[in-house]
């Protein structure tokens, strides 16, 4: 059987659709989300940008073909002259300042799931580490295509986290996002049962940490 990244999500069904249809995203969706929560979240979510960054350098470490070097070198250079500054930026029109996302003690959830990532990649090798990042960059994909196919969803002017929407369903993010799930894809096609049976685990892992991630913005906890 040739595996791809639809059998990790089957695999996974009830954590993946607890976290693609969390709270948290349905009031994102519908502009109902409490300012502090989105705030929360936003500032640890600098803070998890960081750590996606080491998963990156990691990934050049753990990586044997020019490719997958590229790859990686690619996913790093993104992160650091692309994504934090818009990250920064971002923040700044929600009153929060880069002065204070540099002195920002990173909350419970945030570690966990970022040194869960780090740990996996480190113990592992190169698929299970992009096994580990898969429920970020392409949970964040999927989650804007299914707010945009949600009858609840409020779009433009009205709804206060649109331009979050718009982040994550923008071409850039959605062919980042393709280009995961065709690597994953290729690597899963040789995988045997007992190696699936390996990366579920590390799916079904990082997906849970994904949900207590949600849930830490919407706790507005430490």
């Not at 059987?1 to 249809?21: H, K, P, S, V």
């Not at 899963?188 to 892992?205: K, N």
């Not at 997906?207 to 507005?220: A, P, V």
């Amino acid at each position: 059987m040739a595996y791809r990244f639809t059998d990790l999500t089957a695999a996974c069904q009830d954590d993946w659709r607890a976290y693609i249809e969390h709270e948290f995203v349905r009031k994102l969706g519908t502009g109902t989300l409490e300012e502090g929560a989105f705030r929360h979240y936003l500032q640890q979510d600098y803070r998890f940008l960081i750590h996606f960054a080491r998963a990156f350098a990691l990934a050049a470490y753990k990586s044997w073909t020019l490719a997958d070097l590229r790859q990686a070198h690619e996913g790093l250079k993104a992160i650091l002259d692309v994504e934090l500054d818009l990250h920064v930026g971002y923040c700044r029109d929600w009153g929060i300042s880069e002065e204070d996302l540099a002195t920002l003690p990173e909350a419970r959830a945030t570690l966990a799931y970022t040194r869960y990532v780090l740990d996996t990649g480190n113990r592992g090798d190169l698929l299970d580490l992009h096994v580990a990042l898969a429920p970020c960059l392409i949970g964040y994909g999927e989650i804007a295509n299914w707010l945009n196919a949600q009858a609840f969803t409020v779009r433009g002017d009205a709804n206060p986290y649109d331009a979050w929407i718009a982040m994550y369903e923008g071409d850039d993010f959605q062919a980042a996002m393709r280009a995961e799930l065709d690597w994953l894809d290729a690597r899963l096609a040789d995988a045997t049962p007992a190696r699936f049976a390996e990366l579920v685990e590390v799916f079904r892992d990082a997906t849970r940490l994904e949900i207590d991630f949600w849930q830490m913005g919407l706790d507005q906890s430490d």
